[in-house]
């Protein structure tokens, strides 16, 4: 059964898991078909818990749905009471509704029991609870709904996760198949036989069937159009009574198009559409399902990006946005295909997910058929989005850029074209919502906020809003709380929810993220301004193509496009400012063609009260002048574009490889604000944006001919330290900084670095992102960092060798703003030797080694190896954990090895044979490492080993007769060394007398080979012979007997009672009586 999401319990999976139960049943009982042959299912409630209600906001989220029974239904309450606010059930169908507008007094919750009741007088009844809050979840405004948890309740699931990771990364797979193929065959149900193109509630869960996406219904791709399959977001221009501005829409200048869908696994998504006629244009799919990098479209990993220049037109078409393109030809049509499926993005799409370049060729790319939200959003399947940006179309009235909407539709992996479109009213609602900021918002200045700070790089909205928190409430600031620790918080906002950060793997660790355009670096900051001042911003403009003056061609740049604009946070309309920070509600933006620049394309910008702007604030005076309208706070972001390599300008825009992640967000204890963290110029050098604050009239002071340089400094209290040398092993190194190491080295490595300010300063080491440890604190790690000599060492230790440079950062800290001096340290590998060739006699073998042998043959194995690093090289050999001497060391063993030609030479003896093969194990060492390889030597017998054969003088004998035996050895094969043994008896028991019966008759006996001759001859006598009698004595004499001589040969100590080990025998037969 469907449940409705409720907070996680120790020890329960999340809903989704058991709602599954549901979706299993049905697809092993198809549609159902087998229930209603006898009538309809009796009627039963689906929802088991609501949505929270928001003071001040319309409650839309109140769906009561039910399955089973005849409609119509009715809907009551039946116990309990709604809380006065809310009125409802509303409707009379599967679905109704509980609405109404709380306010901030309603706050609390309410319990009362809702029973709906079918055509038939089936009933059924469940009892909720109606809670009341404050908080805007995060997901409001977006398509996805959610399960209402706090961060407490997230976090604690992301710890279950983690410490059964393996089971519910399993589980979570498990579950998406479930659910993909009841989804599936459900299509096919439909597609084939005509079931309800509604597909049933019980088939979805809550988090895709809920007030904001209802009622998915399939239709034929011909019967829908663009129109009903997509959100638009236009670009627009902001009113200047503030009144109306799209919600939603983070930037004026572009058009958002938004595709909300869902699909089975392994289906593919089809789009088809003409090129816009605009700057840029991008898609951007839902990364594929994935519960290691969570995403759900709104929160979360980055999407799956195809840029435009990457899109190959159809055949006799154009591709406007290449450099040098005709961008005004109409033939500009092409077609996308998206593979749906499970997986990580990188590995799904390996040349493309690579910051901050985000290019790969083709026309297809792989995306997900549905989200993953992870512990975020406790495990829910989110409906996938696919997102078309259109940036500065070329008509500013015309949102869509001279372009249809593009066309979409689904195609099972069997060939099956469909698609399935919801009921998504409240979410268009919600997404393309309107809002009018009030007519005065003052906010006194805030501390932190003053000359020090400089911009924030975005890598995660989520995480810049619990930076700007964590900034806020951390040192010098607020002294209630570590830096540590508030560092440290914020960045687990993403690292744990997530999986995203500099360290962790690849999509987690990537520049992008949900929502954002992968193309743009996004730099933020907030602030307040006091009245009669202004905020002035100058620093020099990329060059961009200058698309909206008509141009034929696109021309090569330093960006696609710029903008700088401003936003005042959603929750502080309704509820003050929250210092927060993150896109709100644009109240302004400014794109590159919008500022004026002088011949050196320097800008200077200046933001004020309508009542406090400058005389000398006006185009004329080579000023960009925009209103603060009724604020006078908020926070600026700037959007810089590169698309590489036409429009990237390497040495100084503000992209991932400029400004890692590790050293670029503030959250990481890495953090280097001397980029673009302080109030003055960085790694991006004239393109920085430096900011001013001052009175109007001390602007106005600067004259009528103003000059970017000449705008007095807003100085910070602190500036970053600077370093004065790195040294490593005592020698001065240069930027780039960078140590080529081999294992067993050792490095030490020291930091100098000086204060402008005088300001004390702290110094810390990190490698790969981990604390490193002082001298006294090493305990296991080779690791260590002194503070007070600012040195770092390290033993490398064999087998630290990789690919990748370690990451060696120390942090020199005065208190506020910290330098970060990132060292690279290669490490390449002292490699063990390798063996080149096995060679047995005479011949070069393939792995896995292997030889064949036969007794009394000799073998050869000879070794060839080498060494990467030209070491010197000692050779052993082993036979059965056995150390091979050199010849002539040991003259009893069988087998030797000489290190001098690398050569283990083996004859195996007799009986050495045997089923299993023998092993032997060569050793190569260079000093370090010992590098070992197996031969498998399997021994066989001997096909001819030495002879021995029988005569006697006659065939039958009487008592005091003389028998006459001659024994005769040969040896055809390599020399051997044998026991001989005589044996009397019969036929039926040859050896039941020895001759002696001692042992042997001759022991030890070298045959050579080619040896043939007769070795003894033995006259033997006969007494007369009894049979044997009770307790030994005897009996009656033996008149008449079958009897035998039998000779025997076994290698030198063999035993004779073991017929396995026999070299060979013969018997002769003769008749004894008594005339």
Known sequence: MIQRWRAPESGRKSSFFVGLVGIALLSLCPLGKEVLADGPAPVRILTSSLPHAVAGLPYEEGLLLCSGGAAPYAWRISSGELPPWASGPLGDGAAAYIAGTPSSEDAGSSTFTVEVTDSLGQSDTRELTLVVTTEVPTDYWSYV???????????????????????????????????????????????????????????????????????????????????????????????????????????????????????????????????????????????????????????????????????????????????????????RHYHLTFDLKAGNSAELNPELMVSPYYRAPGNTRVGGPFGSSGAYGWSAITPSVLWVRYYAPDNPSDPLAGAPLPRAMLRLKTGETFWILPDAT??????????????????????????????????????????????????????????????????NSVAALFKRGPWLGTPGNLEAAATLCHYNSYLSRPFVLEPGKVLVITGKLPTTPNTRGGAAAMTPAEARYWSISRYVPWTSITSGFQEQMGEGL?????????????????????????????????????????????????????????????????????????????????????????????????????????????????????????????????????????????????????????????????????????????????????????????????????????????????????????????????????????????????????????????????????????????????????????????????????????????????????????????????????????????????????GVFTTLVTVEILVVPSPVAPEVSLAINQEEFHPGGTLRVTLTLKNDFSPATVDLYLAFGTPQNPLAKMIPATGPLARGITLPSGFLRNISLINYTFPPLFRSGTNGSRAAPLFSAQLAFTAILVPQGGNVNNPAVWLSSDTVSFTYSIP
């Open 586 to 926: 644009c109240l302004g933006s400014l794109m590159d063609d919008e500022v004026i620049v002088d011949e050196q394309n320097r800008y200077i910008i200046v933001y004020s009260k309508p009542e406090d702007r400058p005389a000398n604030a006006r185009p004329e005076n080579g000023v960009t002048w925009q209103s603060l309208g009724p604020t006078n706070f908020g926070s600026l972001t700037i959007r810089w574009m590169s698309v590489w390599p036409d429009h990237f300008l390497e040495a100084h825009s503000p992209h991932s490889q400029n400004i890692p992640w590790a050293t670029g967000a503030w959250s990481q204890d890495t953090y280097d604000s001397s980029l673009v963290g302080t109030n003055q110029p960085g790694v991006m050098g004239p393109y920085h944006p430096v900011i001013h604050a001052m009175t109007t009239q001390e602007f106005e002071a600067l004259g009528g001919s103003l000059d970017p340089n000449s705008i007095p400094a807003w100085e910070p209290a602190s500036h970053p330290p600077e370093v004065s040398r790195v040294l490593a092993n005592g020698m001065e190194i240069e930027l780039p900084y960078l140590v080529a190491l081999r294992e067993l080295d050792s490095i030490r490595v020291e930091v100098e670095a000086t204060d402008q300010d005088g300001d004390p300063l702290t110094y810390a080491a990190y490698v790969d992102g981990l604390r490193v440890p002082a001298p006294e604190q090493k305990g296991g790690s080779r690791f260590s960092f002194d503070p007070e000599t600012r040195t770092f060492q390290w033993d490398v230790p064999a087998g630290a060798g990789r690919e990748d440079p370690y990451k060696l950062m120390v942090v020199v800290s005065d208190g506020l703003q910290t330098r970060t001096v990132t060292v690279d340290l290669a490490v390449d590998s002292i490699h063990a030797p390798v063996v080149d060739r096995i060679i047995v006699n005479g011949v070069e073998q393939e792995s896995p080694y292997q030889a064949t042998v036969e007794e009394l043959r000799t073998l050869r194995v000879q070794i060839e190896g080498s060494d990467p690093d030209g070491d010197p090289l000692a050779y052993q050999a082993w036979l059965e954990g056995g150390l091979a001497l050199p010849p002539g060391s040991n003259d009893q063993a069988r087998f030797s090895f000489d290190p001098v030609t690398r050569t283990f030479e083996w004859t195996p003896q007799l009986t050495t044979a045997r089923p299993e093969p023998y092993e032997l194990t060569f050793g190569i060492q260079d």
């Open 145 to 331: 709904d959610l399960p209402d948890l706090t961060d407490e309740e997230r976090f604690a699931f992301a710890d279950k996760t983690l410490e059964e990771w393996e089971a519910y990364y399993l589980e979570a797979h498990e579950q998406a198949r479930i659910f993909s193929d009841a989804l599936e065959a459900y299509i096919l149900e439909w597609y084939y036989n005509g079931a309800d193109p509604r597909i049933p509630y019980e088939l979805l869960p809550p988090s895709i069937n809920n007030a904001k996406t209802l009622n998915w219904t399939l239709v034929r791709p011909e019967e829908v159009s663009p129109e009903d399959q997509w959100f638009v977001l236009p670009s627009f221009s902001v009113p200047e009574n503030y009144a109306g501005i799209p919600a939603h829409s983070s930037d004026p200048h572009v058009t958002y198009l938004k595709l909300v869908f869902l699909a089975p696994l392994d289906s593919q998504l089809l789009v088809e559409g003409d090129f816009p006629y605009c700057r840029f244009m991008d898609y951007q799919i839902l990364q594929p399902f994935d519960p290691e990098y969570p995403a759900s479209g709104s929160v979360g990993g980055p999407e799956v990006p195809i840029v435009d220049v990457d899109i190959e037109p159809d055949p006799g078409h154009a591709n406007p946005f290449r450099t040098g393109a005709n961008r005004l030809n109409p033939q």
């Open 426 to 491: 409240l979410a268009k609602r919600r997404e393309t919502a309107t809002w009018t900021v009030p007519t005065a918002m003052p906010l006194d200045p805030l501390d932190y906020l003053g000359p020090s700070l400089g911009w924030l790089k975005v890598y995660d909205l989520l995480l810049v809003r619990a930076e700007v928190r964590g900034y806020s409430e951390s040192p010098p600031w607020d002294d209630t709380a570590s830096l540590e620790q508030k560092k440290e918080d914020a960045r």
